[in-house]
């Protein structure tokens, strides 16, 4: 991040008053703490001294998360959005998931769909699906985000214009380490998945994951085959070819995202491969 960007975000302001309603007129990433810990006293205002504080701490380090993304993603955040009622609440839902859930409500994640909620590129039904997913996630496992992030990953994103085959293994090495932990989880996990709106298990689709990405987001390599398109994957990319080995083991062509599932895929990916432009996709 630049100086400028730096200083851009310092040089915020806010006015938070505590009555019936919360107001922002714009907002400083050092007071965002300062807005979660608010709803939290508004929102579970007869806790017992223990849960209390343990409440308070779970809030601290959502909002540590969400301050550091705020700061990471502030040239292309519009701090103005921050007065928008729909905004606001969506940032109560996930400091209440926080508040009782800690960790387990996957505060990086909400973090960054956060971020983008409030990001320069904006439509309606994009600003629907963010809002809707920030609820969905602390119904969800860290590996069952891995799942998600994995079939996205494979299903929808490609890298264009490489040069060989074996330009995909660095990529393939970073999404292991964001996919490896949703790895052959159990039926009912994954039916899970599917309950909370992320995605539907489509069981009568089926194919081979090399022919897709051969006559697809591949084609322009230029194999004259499947069978040669894993040769070389498996040769000069290996942890790619791992993961296509997985994908088709599960037979997750079967797994497909809802708009839902998408943004809670982009998001934990985007905390590994960098800034993604969800418009791409949810539109």
């Given at each position: 991040m630049s100086d400028k960007q730096d200083q851009k975000v310092a040089e915020g302001s806010t006015a938070v008053q505590a009555g019936r309603d919360v107001h922002i007129h714009g907002l400083s990433v050092s007071e965002v703490r300062e807005l979660c810990a608010l709803f939290l006293r508004n929102n579970f205002p007869q806790l017992r001294e223990e849960a209390r504080r343990t409440a308070e701490e779970h809030v601290r380090e959502f909002a540590t998360n969400l301050e550091e993304r705020i700061v990471n993603d502030a040239a292309s955040i519009v701090f103005d959005k921050f007065r928008d009622p729909d905004v606001q609440a969506t940032i109560n839902d996930a400091v209440q998931a926080s508040a009782r859930k800690g960790t387990s409500a996957n505060p990086q994640v909400l973090s960054t769909l956060i971020a983008e909620r409030v990001g320069r590129t904006s439509t309606d039904f994009k600003d629907v699906v963010i809002s809707e997913a920030v609820k969905v996630v602390p119904k969800l496992t860290s590996p069952?985000?891995?799942?998600?992030?994995?079939?996205?990953?494979v299903r929808s994103m490609a890298i264009q214009n490489l040069q060989n085959v074996g330009a995909l293994?660095?990529?393939?090495?970073?999404?292991?380490?964001?996919?490896?932990?949703?790895?052959?989880?159990?039926?009912?996990?994954?039916?899970?998945?599917?309950?909370?709106?992320?995605?539907?298990?489509?069981?009568?689709?089926?194919?081979?994951?090399?022919?897709?990405?051969?006559?697809?987001?591949?084609?322009?390599?230029?194999?004259?085959?499947?069978?040669?398109?894993?040769?070389?994957?498996?040769?000069?990319?290996?942890?790619?070819?791992?993961?296509?080995?997985?994908?088709?083991?599960?037979?997750?062509?079967?797994?497909?995202?809802?708009?839902?599932?998408?943004?809670?895929?982009?998001?934990?990916?985007?905390?590994h491969l960098g800034k993604l432009d969800y418009s791409i996709w949810l539109k």
């Open positions: 069952q985000i891995a799942l998600l992030s994995f079939v996205h990953f293994e660095p990529l393939g090495q970073t999404a292991l380490r964001f996919s490896s932990a949703g790895f052959d989880l159990s039926e009912a996990q994954k039916n899970h998945i599917q309950y909370t709106g992320s995605c539907m298990i489509l069981s009568f689709l089926g194919g081979d994951i090399y022919d897709a990405l051969h006559t697809g987001a591949y084609a322009y390599f230029g194999l004259p085959n499947a069978a040669a398109f894993k040769a070389a994957v498996e040769t000069q990319a290996p942890s790619f070819g791992k993961l296509l080995n997985q994908f088709d083991k599960e037979r997750l062509l079967s797994f497909s995202l809802t708009s839902v599932g998408q943004a809670i895929a982009l998001a934990n990916i985007s905390n």
